[in-house]
C-alpha cells in the first residue's frame, strides 16, 4: 500500500468515525450494520477472491454464528465475551466439515453444494422451534458491556462494531501477507514471485503449495469470519430470525464482494456500501428505489467488471476493461 493510500485509508476511518455523532439513530444503525456485514463480507473474499472457489452458503455461516450466540446468551446466560470465540470456532468447524468433501468439486458444483447447505441451515432454523424459535425467532438478546460500561447505546455499540471490524480487517490483511497468504494472492518478497492459488493453481502447486489444504483453510477462515459477524448482528438487532439468513442473504455477499472488487482487500468495503446503503440513499425514488438500484449493479457490471476498485487499473490501461 502506496503512502497516498494510506493518507486515504485514514481519513476515510476518520471521517466514518465522526458521521454517526450528526446522525439519527437509523442512520447510526445503518453505519452499524455495514461494520457487521463487513465481517461476513471480508471472509467470502477470503474464499471467493483469493481461493478463486465460489460459495453461495456464507449467510448460513453467518447464521449459525447469530443462533449459537443468541441461545448461549439467552437461553443459558453465557457472555458475550465467551459466546463470540464458540461461535467462531463452531462455523470454523462447520466450514472444515463442510468444505472437505465440497471442494472436490469446483467453480459452479461448488457453488450448488454451498446453495444446497444454505438452505439446508435456514430450514433447520426455520423448523427446529424448541432450539432456534422457528419463525417466531429469538429475542431479547443483550448487548455486551466492557469493563462494566454498557454497550446498549446506539452510539456505543457503534464504536465496538467500528473497532472490531478493523482488527478482523488487521488480521486478514496480516494473514494475506505471511508466508501461508501468499499462496493466495501473487505477491513478492524480496523479489521472489509467489504463485496466485487463485489464477494459476497448477504452478502454484509446483512450488510445494498444498491446494487442496490451504483452499479448506481458506474457506473455513471464511466460515469464521462469517459467524463472527453474525454474533454481532444479534447483538446489534436483539432480535434474529431465520429469514434474516436465507438465500437472498448470501447472492447480496457475494454481489458486494464482486462489485467492490472480488480479490482485492478492501473490495467488500466499497461493494457493502452499495449493497447496503445505495439502497437506502434511493429510498426517496419509492416505488422505483429498487429497480434503479438493479439496474446501477447491472451497469457496473457491464462497465466495470473487475469491481469498482478496478476503475484505477481501466485508467492506467487507458480505458480498456478487458
Given amino acids: 500500500m502506496s503512502k497516498t493510500q494510506q493518507i486515504v485509508l485514514v481519513i476515510g476511518l476518520v471521517l466514518y468515525a465522526i458521521l454517526p455523532q450528526f446522525l439519527k439513530s437509523y442512520g447510526v444503525y ?79 458444483y461448488l457453488a450448488f453444494a454451498t446453495l444446497g447447505f444454505n438452505v439446508l441451515v435456514f430450514l433447520v432454523m426455520r423448523n427446529e422451534e424448541d432450539l432456534t424459535g422457528g419463525t417466531f425467532g429469538i429475542s431479547n438478546i443483550p448487548r455486551p458491556s466492557i469493563f462494566g460500561y454498557s454497550l446498549d447505546g446506539a452510539l456505543p455499540f457503534f464504536y465496538f462494531a467500528f473497532v472490531s471490524v478493523i482488527l ?37 502447486e509446483s512450488t510445494g503449495v498444498n491446494i487442496t489444504a490451504y483452499t479448506l483453510l481458506a474457506f473455513a477462515i471464511g466460515a469464521a469470519c462469517a459467524g ?17 439468513f436465507n438465500l437472498s442473504v448470501s447472492l447480496l ?21 452499495v449493497v447496503v446503503l445505495l439502497p437506502e440513499w434511493l429510498r426517496f425514488l419509492q416505488d422505483w428505489y429498487l429497480a434503479i438500484f438493479g439496474f446501477a449493479v447491472i451497469v457496473l457490471m457491464v462497465y466495470l467488471p473487475g469491481g469498482l476498485l478496478s476503475l484505477g487499473d481501466r485508467f492506467k490501461s487507458g480505458g480498456d476493461t478487458r
Fill in 168 to 204: 478482523l480487517a488487521a488480521v486478514l490483511w496480516w494473514l494475506l501477507r505471511s508466508p501461508w497468504g501468499r499462496a493466495f494472492a501473487a505477491l513478492r518478497d524480496k523479489g521472489r514471485a509467489f504463485a496466485a492459488l487463485r489464477d494459476n493453481p497448477i504452478r502454484a
Fill in 228 to 244: 463472527i459477524g453474525g454474533v454481532y448482528l444479534a447483538a446489534l438487532v436483539n432480535f434474529i430470525e431465520p429469514g434474516q
Fill in 253 to 273: 455477499m457475494l454481489l458486494a464482494v464482486i462489485v467492490g472488487g472480488s480479490g482485492r482487500f478492501f473490495g467488500p468495503v466499497l461493494g457493502s456500501v
Fill in 30 to 108: 445503518l453505519m452499524t450494520l455495514l461494520c457487521v456485514y463487513l465481517m461476513a463480507a471480508f471472509g467470502l473474499n477470503l474464499i471467493v477472491g483469493y481461493a478463486g472457489q465460489m460459495s453461495i452458503g456464507q449467510a448460513a455461516f453467518y447464521g449459525i454464528g447469530a443462533y449459537i450466540a443468541a441461545i448461549l446468551m439467552t437461553k443459558m446466560g453465557v457472555s458475550f465475551w465467551f459466546a463470540l470465540p464458540i461461535a467462531a470456532i463452531a462455523c470454523f468447524v462447520v466450514g472444515l466439515a463442510l468444505g472437505f468433501p465440497a471442494l472436490r468439486v469446483q467453480h459452479h
